[in-house]
T-cell receptor, first 115, second 111 residues
Framework: GAGVSQSPSNKVTEKGKDVELRCDPISGHTALYWYRQSLGQGLEFLIYFQGNSAPDKSGLPSDRFSAERTGGSVSTLTIQRTQQEDSAVYLC?????????????FGEGSWLTVV | GDSVTQMEGPVTLSEEAFLTINCTYTATGYPSLFWYVQYPGEGLQLLLKATKADDKGSNKGFEATYRKETTSFHLEKGSVQVSDSAVYFCALRSPGGKLIFGQGTELSVKP
């Protein structure tokens, strides 16, 4: 597609439920990132996929969070047993084959509200 | 580990004022440096970037120079407009690594 696509754009869920957030990166981009942006806060790194390498999961805040990337393209971020503090915008980004100078493009984000 | 530190906001300026948003970084290698902007209600957009020391990134009247000796990448604009009101994020990416952001600086420009 033309840009990074995320779905759903908005999700309201009850505390304790599981949620899945989807990201379709730009075609051909091998690097994919997930970030979290809480209200009035900066961007918190969650996880980074680069090609066939093992993902960098160092930013995942707890074992309730997991992510996978199938076929080197689409990625799903799963949050189990959601808590109110999980409410945030979850941003996905992608970039072309690895070079530190390559532009990283962001999606519009998935707004998650846990009630 | 690698990190980015930005000046805290909010920054409030009058239209046509000069803007500087400070950004310093810590990195073990030779990262690329970026400024991203988030306008109200919109997603993150790349504003400018520099990939090696002494490079100057520029876009929409904004400039930033990659200063290795001071590990800085300060954002400047000579004359801000109301439409520049946004949150600005400084970021770095080391080769093979993830994009690391500063905390963001909110800019508000008054007519």
């Amino acid at each position: 597609g033309a840009g990074v696509s995320q779905s759903p754009s908005n999700k309201v869920t009850e505390k304790g439920k599981d949620v899945e957030l989807r990201c379709d990166p730009i075609s051909g981009h091998t690097a994919l990132y997930w970030y979290r942006q809480s209200l009035g806060q900066g961007l918190e790194f969650l996880i980074y996929f680069q090609g066939n390498s093992a993902p960098d999961k160092s930013g995942l805040p707890s074992d309730r969070f997991s992510a996978e990337r199938t076929g080197g393209s689409v990625s799903t971020l799963t949050i189990q047993r959601t808590q109110q503090e999980d409410s945030a915008v979850y941003l996905c980004a992608s970039s072309s084959p690895d070079s530190s100078g390559n532009t990283i493009y962001f999606g519009e984000g998935s707004w998650l509200t846990v009630v | 580990g690698d990190s980015v530190t930005q000046m805290e906001g909010p920054v409030t300026l009058s239209e046509e004022a000069f803007l500087t948003i400070n950004c310093t970084y810590t990195a073990t290698g030779y990262p690329s440096l970026f400024w991203y902007v988030q306008y109200p209600g919109e997603g993150l957009q790349l504003l400018l970037k520099a990939t090696k020391a002494d490079d100057k990134g520029s876009n929409k009247g904004f400039e930033a120079t990659y200063r290795k000796e001071t590990t800085s990448f300060h954002l400047e604009k000579g004359s801000v407009q109301v439409s520049d009101s946004a949150v600005y994020f400084c970021a770095l990416r080391s080769p093979g690594g993830k994009l690391i952001f500063g905390q963001g600086t909110e800019l508000s420009v008054k007519p």
